[in-house]
C-alpha cells in the first residue's frame, strides 16, 4: 500500500511538473515572445529580483521544487534499488535520498524567499 | 549469489541488470533512454538549485555566473538539457497512457499472428517520437539562430 502511494504521488505530481516547468522555458528561452524582453535580460539580475517579488512566482518556484525534486528523487530511488541490496541498505538508500530531497527543497525555498523579501532598490 | 532473504525483487544482475533485455525492441530504447534523461534531469536539477543560489551573492557574482553561461559550451550543454527534457516528457506521456491502460486495444486471444498491446500501441510511439524530434529541432532553431 505505501509503495504504491509513493508511486501514485510520482505520477500524480506529472502534471504540476508539464505545466510549470513549461511555463519556466517559456520565461527563459521565450522571453521576448512572452514577456517583451530579450533573451539575455531575462536572465538580469533586475528582471530576476523582479519576478521574484511576485506572490505566484514565490508560489509557482515552490510548488516546483518539490513537484520535480519528488519526482526526480523518488524515480532515482527506483533506479538504486533495483540493484540487488539487503533491506537495510535499502533503507539506508530511502533515507538518504529522503535527507538530500529535504535538503535542497528547504534550501530552494530560502533562495526563493531571499528574492521575494529582497529590499526594493537595495 | 547470495540467496538469502533480499529485497522484494532480487535483481541478481546488478547493474547489467538495467541494461540487460533478450531482445532489444524499440520501446527497450526508450526505456534506456527514460532513465538516462530521468538522471540527467534531476543531477542538472540539483545543481541548478545550488547554482542559482549565487543570486544570494549579489549583482557581481550572479552576472559574472551568466556570462559564463552564455558561451557557446553551456549553449550546447543547455541544448542538451532542453532535448533530455522533450523526450523525457513526451515519453512520459506515452508511459502514462501506457500504464493507465489507455489506447492499448482490447485484449485478444493469443492467435497466430500475435499482436501485442505493445505493437498495438506502437503506431501512437511512433508519433509521440515524431513529433519529439520535430520539437527538438524546432527548439534548437530558436536557440541558435535567435
Ligand atoms: C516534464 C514532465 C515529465 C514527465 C511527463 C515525466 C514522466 C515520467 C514517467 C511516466 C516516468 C516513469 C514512471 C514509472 O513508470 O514508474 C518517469 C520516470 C522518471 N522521471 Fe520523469 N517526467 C517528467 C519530468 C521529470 C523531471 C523534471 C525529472 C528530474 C527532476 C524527472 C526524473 C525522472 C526519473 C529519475 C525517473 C525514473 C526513471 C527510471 O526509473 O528509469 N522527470 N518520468
Ligand atoms: C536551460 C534551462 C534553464 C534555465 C536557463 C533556467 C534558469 C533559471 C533561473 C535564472 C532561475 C532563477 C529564478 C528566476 O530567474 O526566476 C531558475 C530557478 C529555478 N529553476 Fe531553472 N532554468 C532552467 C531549467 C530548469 C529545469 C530543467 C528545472 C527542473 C528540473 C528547473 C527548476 C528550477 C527551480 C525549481 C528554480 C527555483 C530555484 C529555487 O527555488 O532556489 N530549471 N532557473
Ligand atoms: C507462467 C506464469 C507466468 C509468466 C511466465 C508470466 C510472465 C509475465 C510477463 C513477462 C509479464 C510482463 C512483465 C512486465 O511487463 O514487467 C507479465 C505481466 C503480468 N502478469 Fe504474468 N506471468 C505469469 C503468470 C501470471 C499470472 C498467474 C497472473 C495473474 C493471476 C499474471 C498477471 C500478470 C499481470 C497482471 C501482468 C501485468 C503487470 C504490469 O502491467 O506491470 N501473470 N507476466
Request: some cysteine; overall charge positive; glycine content about 8%.
Amino acid at each position: 500500500m505505501r509503495e504504491t502511494r509513493l508511486w501514485s504521488w510520482h505520477l500524480l505530481v506529472i502534471p504540476i511538473i508539464i505545466v510549470l516547468l513549461g511555463l519556466h522555458f517559456a520565461i527563459m528561452h521565450y522571453a521576448p515572445v512572452f514577456y517583451g524582453v530579450s533573451v539575455e535580460e531575462a536572465r538580469n539580475f533586475e528582471t530576476m529580483i523582479e519576478r521574484g517579488k511576485s506572490v505566484s512566482q514565490l508560489v509557482l518556484y515552490i510548488l516546483l521544487l518539490a513537484a520535480a525534486l519528488y519526482h526526480g528523487l523518488y524515480g532515482l530511488r527506483g533506479i538504486i534499488r533495483e540493484l540487488p541490496m539487503t533491506p537495510a541498505l535499502g533503507k539506508i538508500v530511502d533515507i538518504t535520498v529522503i535527507c538530500v530531497g529535504l535538503f535542497i527543497f528547504a534550501f530552494g525555498t530560502y533562495v526563493t524567499w531571499w528574492t521575494f523579501s529582497y529590499p526594493v532598490g537595495g | 549469489m547470495n540467496s538469502k532473504k533480499s529485497t522484494a525483487y532480487n535483481n541478481r544482475l546488478g547493474i547489467k541488470g538495467w541494461v540487460y533485455a533478450g531482445k532489444y525492441t524499440f520501446e527497450r530504447y526508450l526505456y534506456l533512454a527514460h532513465r538516462l534523461t530521468g538522471m540527467g534531469l534531476i543531477a542538472y536539477m540539483l545543481l541548478h538549485i545550488l547554482e542559482t543560489a549565487n543570486r544570494m551573492r549579489g549583482v557581481v557574482a550572479w552576472e559574472g555566473l551568466m556570462g559564463l553561461f552564455a558561451l557557446p559550451l553551456f549553449k550546447m550543454i543547455e541544448y542538451a538539457l532542453f532535448a533530455a527534457a522533450v523526450f523525457h516528457a513526451l515519453n512520459g506521456v506515452r508511459l502514462l497512457m501506457t500504464e493507465l491502460g489507455f489506447f492499448l486495444g482490447r485484449p485478444k486471444e493469443p492467435v497466430y499472428p500475435y499482436s501485442s498491446s505493445i505493437k498495438r500501441h506502437r503506431p501512437l510511439t511512433y508519433i509521440i517520437m515524431a513529433l519529439a524530434s520535430l520539437i527538438i529541432i524546432l527548439g534548437g532553431s530558436s536557440l541558435f539562430f535567435p
